[in-house]
């Protein structure tokens, strides 16, 4: 199909659109007594018309319940993790035991940087692409000076070409093999959020592998927005909100995957706590 930047096309568009029924499962907002035409579903999704009932059922068990919610709720409490775990594999193509849901995207990532990026020697560079998410921007930053490193030296911007606005994978590709084994991390948001520009996951993860680096992906525009095979593109690492393209509300709690060749290896530095 060819993009046409009428009005025309844009009706076609709707007409022909299969997933238009989803519309009224939301609540929108109103303006002058009219539903607005809601376009920052990026930065905070609509709220689920059956949201309202899921939490007054979880307000009622802990009214009811207390401290016996955690095992005896209709819906306990100790175990949401494991039974978010089936569908949340399947948003971001990954298995199970891949997935989990916990805290918030920033502090997932900082919690996966302990295990993914363990700079030593000459390799302790980070690739990411310019003018990231800020949040990321401080993130990446804070984790290099706490390593002792200048971040000035060790990130490195992968940059569009002049006038473009989009970066090209030949690019993106070109840049991780001059670092080659200086690099010691690729994290890269996987859909820009600027542009919503999706990047080649799989043939990137590959480029950081083939010279020796973890690679991890920050999915905050990609989770439940584009197919994504985390598992099968060999992702290490990756993260995610739920407010945005999943609708779970403001503050709600993010998710993160980690490779299942990583389980295992008792080697792989991590911050241990409730689940020991």
Known sequence: ????????????????????????????????GKDVIYFVGNSLGLQPKTAQKYVNEIMKDWAELAVEGHFYAEKSWWDYHERFSEKLARVVGA????????????????????????????????????KAFPSDQYMISSQVRFHGYDPEDAIVEIKKRDGENNFRTEDVLEKI????????????????????????????????HDV???????????????????SEWKVDFAAWCSYKYMNSGPGNASGCFINEKYHNKKDIPRFEGWWG
């Open 95 to 130: 298995k199970p035991s891949e997935v989990t849901v916990m805290n918030t995207l920033t502090v997932n990532l900082h919690l996966l940087m302990v295990s993914f990026y363990r700079p030593s020697g000459k390799r302790y560079k980070i690739i990411c692409e310019e």
């Open 1 to 32: 199909m060819q993009f046409e930047n009428t009005r025309e096309f844009a009706r076609k568009l709707d007409k022909e659109d299969n997933l238009s029924r989803y519309r009224d499962e939301f609540i929108f907002p109103k303006v002058n």
């Open 177 to 208: 093999k001059e670092v080659g084994d200086e690099c010691a991390l690729v994290l890269i948001g996987g859909v820009n959020y600027y542009t919503g520009q999706v990047f080649d996951m799989e043939t990137i993860t590959k480029a950081g």
């Open 212 to 230: 020796g680096a973890f690679v991890g992906w920050d999915l905050a525009h990609a989770a439940g927005n584009i197919e994504l095979k985390l």
